[in-house]
T-cell receptor, first 109, second 111 residues
Framework: NAGVTQTPKFQVLKTGQSMTLQCAQD?????MYWYRQDPGMGLRLIYY???????DKGEVPNGYNVSRLNKREFSLRLESAAPSQTSVYFC????????FGQGTRLTVV | GENVEQHPSTLSVQEGDSAVIKCTYS??????FPWYKQELGKGPQLIID?????GEKKDQRIAVTLNKTAKHFSLHITETQPEDSAVYFC??????????FGAGTRLTVKP
């Protein structure tokens, strides 16, 4: 039982490159979330998926897209990375409370 | 939407002293208030939570209090130890699993 698994753990991108952050959970939860964490700003919600087949925007969705591939997997895509997207990204699986992955540290240069 | 404010942003205490972190929220629909501890290089982990029908909850050295009328809740850590050093986040959630987080408090416990 791994909980929430995120890949990769670290990534450096050049401005304009694209990439997909992967997240998988084995807790059979319906809800999954993507947050970004920046110094002094806590955890801000990017997108969430209340159930398989549905996705909704959070507080800071611009520049991102998501896919809820199935109940287990929820991916976050940056189509054209910008330096402002340098951050630590956390995926969470939610049943009442949130269970977080280990995070992806992304640097856009 | 919900707005959660957390204070202080940094807190330094001597080992053995108590630490208190406070949060306020704005949405009356919020009914679930978890606290998370984040250690360096890791994701946040739930340490204690409280629901709106309870005023106080305790688990060994940590306790959380909730004042629903004033819309604020607090985390209390007694007899602090160096391993309590971490970033702590409060959050407020509702029945739709919509959870908003505070900005975090960096707690340092000095030996």
């Amino acid at each position: 039982n791994a909980g929430v698994t995120q890949t990769p753990k670290f990534q450096v991108l050049k401005t304009g490159q694209s990439m997909t952050l992967q997240c998988a959970q084995d807790m059979n939860h319906n809800s999954m979330y993507w947050y970004r964490q920046d110094p002094g700003m806590g955890l801000r919600l990017i997108y969430y998926s209340a159930s398989e087949g549905t996705t909704d925007k959070g507080e800071v969705p611009n520049g991102y897209n998501v896919s809820r591939l199935n109940k287990r997997e929820f991916s976050l895509r940056l189509e054209s990375a910008a330096p402002s997207q340098t951050s630590v990204y956390f995926c969470a699986s939610v049943w009442d409370t949130a269970f977080f992955g280990q995070g992806t540290r992304l640097t856009v240069v | 939407g919900e707005n959660v404010e957390q204070h202080p942003s940094t807190l330094s205490v001597q080992e053995g002293d108590s630490a208190v972190i406070k949060c306020t929220y704005s949405d009356s629909a919020s009914n679930y208030f978890p606290w998370y501890k984040q250690e360096l290089g890791k994701g946040p982990q739930l340490i204690i939570d409280i629901r709106s029908n309870v005023g106080e909850k305790k688990d060994q050295r940590i306790a959380v209090t909730l004042n629903k009328t004033a819309k604020h809740f607090s985390l209390h850590i007694t007899e602090t130890q160096p391993e309590d050093s971490a970033v702590y986040f409060c959050a407020a959630g509702d029945n739709n699993n919509d959870m908003r987080f505070g900005a975090g408090t960096r707690l340092t416990v000095k030996p």
